[in-house]
T-cell receptor, first 113, second 114 residues
Framework: AQSVTQPDIHITVSEGASLELRCNYS??????LFWYVQSPGQGLQLLLK??????LVQGIKGFEAEFKRSQSSFNLRKPSVHWSDAAEYFC???????????FGAGTRLFVKA | NAGVTQTPKFRILKIGQSMTLQCTQD?????MYWYRQDPGMGLKLIYY???????DKGEVPNGYNVSRSTTEDFPLRLELAAPSQTSVYFC?????????????FGPGTRLTVL
């Protein structure tokens, strides 16, 4: 069965430090992969997506993610975190041929001054 | 474009009451979805629609109903509300379906059933 695992429930980083949020998926075929961000009281907004091609994808707000097929991972990175990045981040897998996107449980990011 | 709009933003229901959560999108998307979000659980799909007049169940449809009479609107109906339906509900839409496309989300409705 398809699944998405975000091992870290919450992460705290200092402003200006680098960030990596982990995502592992279980899916039989080449997946469609997404990272969404949810600010408090808001809906989810797409940060970036991977469908095929270059395994390093760039997104909005300075985020990037790398697809590693051998590790079934799609980790999100940012070189320097800003206080406004504090939010909850969701990794998701799109199921091809089915009308379904599977979301991870989310990682809440706290940014300290 | 307003994108995806949802009303109300907040609601408190008593056990056994009913209500309809409204969702409208102005992007002419055929695909629309209802999710519920519970702490530490991510998003669970309740119902989805692939176009006007066509709906289908997701992972957690029990206690809910939907209709899709127009491309723009996809209301979610709760009958006989139960405390287990306390959650945040998100409506979303996409241009393509099949999990292949990004989804655009509304701001959510926070529902409490007491």
């Amino acid at each position: 069965a398809q699944s998405v695992t975000q091992p870290d429930i919450h992460i705290t980083v200092s402003e200006g430090a680098s960030l990596e949020l982990r995502c592992n998926y279980s899916y039989g075929a080449t997946p469609y992969l997404f990272w969404y961000v949810q600010s408090p009281g808001q809906g989810l907004q797409l940060l970036l997506k991977y469908f095929s091609g270059d395994t390093l994808v760039q997104g909005i707000k300075g985020f990037e993610a790398e697809f590693k097929r051998s590790q079934s991972s799609f980790n999100l990175r940012k070189p320097s975190v800003h206080w406004s990045d504090a939010a909850e981040y969701f990794c998701a897998v799109g199921v091809t041929g089915g009308f379904k996107t599977i979301f991870g449980a989310g990682t809440r990011l706290f940014v300290k001054a | 474009n307003a994108g995806v709009t949802q009303t109300p933003k907040f609601r408190i229901l008593k056990i056994g009451q009913s209500m309809t959560l409204q969702c409208t999108q102005d992007m002419n998307h055929n695909y629309m979805y209802w999710y519920r979000q519970d702490p530490g659980m991510g998003l669970k799909l309740i119902y989805y629609s692939v176009g006007a007049g066509i709906t289908d169940k997701g992972e957690v449809p029990n206690g809910y109903n939907v209709s899709r009479s127009t491309t723009e609107d996809f209301p979610l109906r709760l009958e006989l509300a139960a405390p287990s339906q306390t959650s945040v509900y998100f409506c979303a839409s996409s241009y393509r379906g099949g999990g292949e496309d990004e989804q655009f989300f509304g701001p959510g409705t926070r529902l409490t059933v007491l």
